[in-house]
């Protein structure tokens, strides 16, 4: 079982940057591709980044490529998601996500079996 708190989260201006942090608890952490989604006001939850077991390998939204960095400190158990550029379109919930150890990275949401609780990310204009 693996349990994931997001943190970070807040309100900044258009421009501005934040960094989001998803703490995991469990012993098979090092070896789980993990992700970051967001959910807008009315809209379906949609993928944002995604870092395998090793942080060798990464995929982002195009919406956020060159913009957002994921990354993951695997002795501390942590994941993060640097974000800049930040823009009024960026604002949502963040959420972070596991897969069961072994797995690769992926976009794909129900792929994901543990999530965190969310984080809310506004940025204003």
């Known amino acids: 079982q693996v349990q994931l708190v997001e943190s970070g989260g807040g309100l900044v201006q258009a421009g501005g940057s934040l960094r989001l942090s998803c703490a995991a608890s469990?012993?098979?952490?090092?070896?789980?591709?993990m992700g970051w989604f967001r959910q807008a006001p009315g809209k379906e939850r949609e993928f944002v980044a995604a870092?395998?077991?090793?942080?060798?390998?990464?995929n982002y939204a195009d919406s956020v490529k060159g913009r957002f960095t994921i990354s993951r400190d695997n002795a501390k158990n942590l994941v993060y998601l640097q974000m800049s550029s930040l823009k009024p379109a960026d604002t949502a919930v963040y959420y972070c996500?596991?897969?069961?150890?072994?797995?690769?990275?992926?976009?794909?949401?129900?792929?994901?079996?543990?999530w965190g609780q969310g984080t809310q990310v506004t940025v204003s204009s």
């Open positions: 870092i395998n077991w090793s942080g060798a390998s990464t």
């Open positions: 996500a596991a897969r069961p150890p072994g797995l690769r990275l992926t976009q794909t949401e129900h792929e994901y079996t543990y």
């Open positions: 469990g012993r098979t952490f090092s070896m789980s591709a």
